[in-house]
């Protein structure tokens, strides 16, 4: 996936100028928050560890927020909802996609501001989640990324690997809509398939313990060197 930055100089017809893009630098922003980001398949301990890690920070003295996608309280978060929660209301596959894109586009403009003036953001699921599950469902990749097109990057992406198998044996697996084995399979088999510089792998076989330790060590050298670099895009 391609490095873009926060804003970038576009062309008359809309589209980055290929001649300004090469030329065009932002500048950086001064003492920024971070943009941290956890993934993973079902089941693999995100919420917990993102409530974990959010508070560990803030006894840390950081200046820090949680968000979590799909926001299921917005207009169109509700509709993801109900489809999530549904067993036999089938859609269409691309239209879905694009309503999980827009519910991240609804709350990424508001988090943007707050990081660009100090706030880290710990954010549980993101455009990843979009790519992969999409296609699990049988979406063509490139297709599935170009829609996440120029969305903010997080700074890091803290991806709980989890096999299927011990994912199963976790409390309430199975309730919604993709918590099936086959289909999880896919995910985690499509997230390796993302996995950029930016991305670590945690193992979530751990201790509950030992993955907050790796999570919080993770996160508080990546606001430390997040602080001038300017705001990426995917």
Request: with cysteine; net charge positive.
């Amino acid at each position: 996936m391609t490095k873009r930055t926060a804003e970038q100089v576009t062309s008359n017809s809309g589209q980055p100028s290929p001649k300004k893009q090469a030329i065009h630098k932002e500048k950086s922003e001064k003492n920024r928050g971070a943009f941290i980001l956890l993934e993973g398949c079902d089941r693999s301990g995100k919420t917990t560890q993102a409530q974990l890690l959010l508070q560990s920070l803030k006894d840390k003295g950081q200046n820090v927020e949680f968000a979590r996608f799909p926001e299921r309280s917005s207009e169109i978060g509700k509709v993801i909802d109900q489809y999530l929660k549904s067993t036999t209301n089938e859609k269409n596959l691309k239209s879905m996609h694009l309503l999980f894109t827009a519910n991240r586009w609804e709350l990424m403009e508001d988090i943007v501001k707050k990081i660009k003036k100090g706030t880290t953001y710990v954010i549980d699921r993101y455009a990843y989640s979009g790519i992969v599950y999409s296609m699990a469902n049988g979406l063509d990749k490139e297709w599935c990324i170009r829609m996440e097109s120029n969305l903010p990057k997080p700074d890091i992406v803290l991806f709980l690997d989890l096999s299927v198998e011990d994912a199963a044996k976790r409390g309430e697996y199975g309730k919604e809509r993709y918590e099936k084995k086959a289909f999880q399979q896919k995910v985690r088999d499509n997230y390796h398939q993302l996995i950029e510089d930016n991305w670590k792998v945690i193992d979530a076989t751990q201790t509950k313990e030992e993955i907050a330790k790796q999570l919080l060590d993770l996160s508080l050298k990546t606001i430390e060197e997040s602080k001038n670099k300017p705001i990426q895009t995917i």
